[in-house]
């Protein structure tokens, strides 16, 4: 598998009420099998996970990302975009499943037999 890609950068500007707040880091993950995509950013404190999936713009460089409805995550615990993130938070962006997995097991086991 080849190196993630990496990349930093920083979330919208602050308003006058969260500047008071540090600000938080986070990452933003998408992963094929054969490539990475890692995104660590900052935000301000109060930051949603769709605040972060639009600051980290991998929608504009992954095609298949672009016109479909997301399903993510927190380290592996699904959620939904308006959870708000914590400091260390890393965001995932997981792929669709290619067949449910209850499926995959029936196929498998009438394989077997």
Known sequence: MSQPETASESGPEPTPDAS???PIHVEVVYALPQRVWRVELSLLAGSTVSMAVDAARLRERI???ADRELDLGIFNHPCNGARVLRDGDRVEIYRPLLID????RRLRAAQAD
């Open 101 to 104: 997995p209850k499926d995959a």
């Open 20 to 22: 008071a707040a540090p």
């Open 63 to 65: 095609p298949e990302l």
